[in-house]
């Protein structure tokens, strides 16, 4: 044998051996037998859905190979008798031990040689296999919608974006998707960085309103004297620098409206909001000629509703009337599985963005961010990360516990750790322990910032106010 004739029979086999691999991936069931019916190949999905090995049936005569299985003549029976290509048929088989019904669409074809019959090969969609499939391309594909629709109606992120394979989160997910089909208003509760606005954003998404502009304003980085106006809408005189100009409610209609941390919203304003939804209709300031409000209305906030209501802060009356369906986002301490997930998906987003290639975490790192308790959440593990990235050098691969901010090396190092049930035993409230270890945190990222306030609001992702707000609350001194 020549040089030339083992290159080509190589060549051939690997181009066999293509050929069978690219018929393993297809979603179709691919059967080929010869003119005396015994089998020839078959691909994958025929080894899954009639539990059949290629090892026990090729070589064999058809009726032996799958003796597992009550068959009945077929397009494949009709191919062998007549050499002609068949109609599409729905075949349906049973399995003789298990007594399952198998059911598949099918159609054979012939295959002829020098005008003599040699093959017969049969393509059969397995509707349940196929039903999978489809269902998988079906998602991909409204990935690919939520992207495009993202660019148009104002939002970033869709329930896909959604990080986390813990029960607990996969269930919100779910819950999630419910409750986005109808138009019913949605309050969200969790503490701040717990992705209350992805949420909001996913339910806009996942709704028939997703073609409608999402609208979000946060509560508490809006000056109270401000807030009405932007939220109705004004005309040219009605206050000193009034202009003609479109309200929130109006921009939002046939979309979504999200009020973030609704808790800061001023209680008068609470009321008037109230009536709108009632109504169904809002004035401009300055005009009392009605407008239709038709959007749906999202809120949020960091703290119990309910607790608002009893503390006078949240009216009782706009708590009902908003909180029809309520999610409780849970903290990042209850999704410990989450920790490692999310550490690497933001690891990847900041390789992207500050071109590294961070690929690695010490064990001591991850040790030490699944023993912290992350009381900004979700939030406040992304600026660690963040954090970290801006430091690394270009060459560097992993993160290490050098890498770490000041105040998480002070928490794992120092020896006295807080310890809640010991401050539960000392008669201390939740409120208490949750108002210790915000002041405790806000304390060290300040101390991090050098007492800048814009940096530390930025690590701890609120805002300005937001955080004069609490150093304030919590009286919390520049050294």
Known sequence: MTKTTEQENKELKERVRLYEEIMDKVL????????HENVVWFND??????????????????????????????????????????????????????KKNFTVFNRSFPFYSDNDLKYVYSVAYYIGYSEKQLNKINEYKQKYLDINARIINNTTYSLYDVIGKSAIMREMVKKARKIAVNKTPVML??????????????????????????????????????????????????????????????????????????????????????????????CRIGNHSPYAVNCRLI???????????????????????????????????????????????????????????????????????????????????????EYIMNFASFNQTKITYQDLPAYLKDFNESPVKRDHLHLLKNEKTLR??????????????????????????????IHREALYYRIKKFDIKKP
């Not at 179709?28 to 003119?35: A, P």
């Not at 322990?433 to 405790?440: G, N, S, W, Y």
Request: charged share 25%; with cysteine.
């Open 28 to 35: 179709q069931g691919i059967y080929i037998c010869d003119k």
């Open 45 to 98: 999905v025929v080894q899954i859905n009639d539990g059949v090995s290629r090892e026990d049936g090729i070589g064999k005569n058809q009726n032996q190979a799958w003796k597992s299985l009550e068959l009945s003549p077929g397009p494949t029976n009709f191919t062998l008798k007549t050499g002609e290509q068949s109609e599409e048929e729905i075949v349906t088989y049973k399995d003789k031990t298990t």
């Open 189 to 282: 509760c969790g503490p701040t960085g717990t992705g209350k606005e992805i949420f909001a954003q996913g339910i806009h998404n996942a709704s028939m309103q997703n073609k409608g502009k999402f609208v979000a304003i946060n509560c508490a980085a809006i000056p109270e004297n401000l807030l009405e106006s932007i939220l109705f809408g004004s005309v040219k005189g009605a206050f000193t620098g009034a202009i003609d100009k479109e309200g929130l409610l109006e921009e939002a209609n046939d979309g979504t409206l999200f009020l973030d941390e609704l808790n800061s919203m001023p209680f008068p304003l609470q009321g008037k909001l109230l009536r709108v939804f009632q109504e169904n209709q809002a």
């Open 299 to 385: 809120s949020a906030t960091n703290q119990d509703p309910r607790q608002l209501v009893k503390d006078g802060i949240l009216r009782a009356d706009l708590y009902f009337r908003l909180a029809v369906l309520t999610l409780e986002l849970p903290p990042l301490s209850a999704r410990e599985n989450d920790v490692l997930d999310l550490t690497e998906y933001f690891i990847n987003q900041y390789n992207k963005e500050y071109n590294l290639n961070i690929t690695k975490v010490a064990p001591q790192v991850f040790d030490l961010f699944l023993k912290y308790d992350w009381p900004g959440n979700v939030r406040e593990l992304d600026n660690v990360i």
């Open 432 to 461: 208490e322990i949750l108002d210790l270890t915000e002041r405790e945190v806000i304390s060290g990222v300040l101390r991090e910032a050098n007492w800048n306030i814009s940096k530390a609001a930025r690590i701890l992702g």
